[in-house]
DNA sequence: GCTTGACTCTGTAGTAACTACAGGGTTTAG
DNA sequence: CTAAACCCTGTAGTTACTACAGAGTCAAGC
């Protein structure tokens, strides 16, 4: 399997694989003679979980410790645990913040009533003290 | 009031003022006679507007739309309006995305169980398929 | 008068997580 | 034989800052 393969394989750009093998996210493939890379099902396998973490929203570094993990002949389960605990509590102070942006968003909308005033309530507010 | 006085009441750093002013998103100010910054109490509300989207999150792009509408002299209310809509959406799609990460690892983090499995469910999961 | 520390200046480089070339080589289809 | 479609490396751009490096300025204390 080569590169352009993977790609379509695993929907994820070309570029962005090179790019995980450069900061050794992606373990180095083997070349072909003529210096093309040459993926096997473990690559795939490998690019498919780093894909997924990034969908969960890990950063990267997350997942190098994830990879760091799954690449041990007995993967301790506690450790993967508690990254998935850890980033779980990122995720919902996510949600908190977001959720504060859209209260504050609608109480914002709220007060620029019709939207046809001369003065903007809104951006006096935001300027405001 | 100089730079740091401005910083300290507004509770931003230096640094990140001088870049606002750089990419155009701070009003330049005057300068003593010594090249020093001078603002006045109009800056000062500028930069909170410009802090107050920050927390809000919204990207410098529509700050600067933002800010292109506080500085006529009618600010148009409906622009203002529509800004705010088109950014309760994104922050609406970032909450459902959110959500969705946060289910799926608690779905991740119930197959862990007890965290004292050998082999680990989590890892399997990612990388099977 | 001089030094020390706190402040200010400009400009450049680094961060995360990619994306998009530029400038080249290789392979395959017609 | 040539054109399209691949592949290669390496560098620069993106967002929204942050962190220096290397320099000038100012006020207080000895």
Same mark, same amino acid.
């Given at each position: 399997?080569?590169?352009?393969?993977?790609?379509? !394989? %695993?929907?994820?750009?070309?570029?962005?694989?090179?790019?995980?093998?450069?900061? +050794?996210? =992606?373990?180095?493939?083997?070349? /072909?003679?003529? +210096?093309?890379?040459?993926? $096997? #099902?473990?690559? !795939?396998?490998?690019?498919?979980?780093? &894909? !997924? *973490? !990034?969908? =969960? +929203?890990?950063?990267? $570094?997350?997942?190098? @410790?994830? %990879? +760091?993990?799954?690449?041990?002949?007995?993967?301790?389960?506690?450790?993967? @645990?508690?990254? =998935?605990?850890?980033? /779980?509590?990122?995720?919902?102070?996510?949600? @908190? #913040? &977001?959720?504060?942006?859209?209260?504050?968003?609608? @109480? &914002?909308?709220?007060? *620029?009533? $019709?939207? $046809?005033?001369?003065?903007?309530?809104?951006?006096?507010? =935001?300027? #405001?003290?």
């Amino acid at each position: 399997m080569q590169i352009g393969q993977l790609a379509n !394989r %695993s929907e994820c750009p070309v570029e962005t694989i090179r790019y995980y093998e450069k900061i +050794g996210l =992606l373990p180095e493939p083997d070349r /072909l003679p003529n +210096g093309y890379r040459s993926y $096997n #099902d473990q690559h !795939r396998k490998w690019l498919q979980l780093i &894909l !997924r *973490c !990034r969908t =969960l +929203g890990f950063t990267q $570094n997350e997942v190098k @410790r994830l %990879s +760091g993990i799954a690449k041990q002949d007995q993967p301790a389960c506690a450790d993967v @645990r508690s990254l =998935l605990v850890e980033h /779980l509590v990122d995720v919902r102070k996510k949600l @908190r #913040d &977001l959720k504060h942006m859209e209260d504050a968003l609608i @109480r &914002l909308k709220a007060k *620029c009533q $019709n939207g $046809n005033l001369n003065d903007c309530p809104v951006i006096d507010e =935001l300027m #405001d003290s």
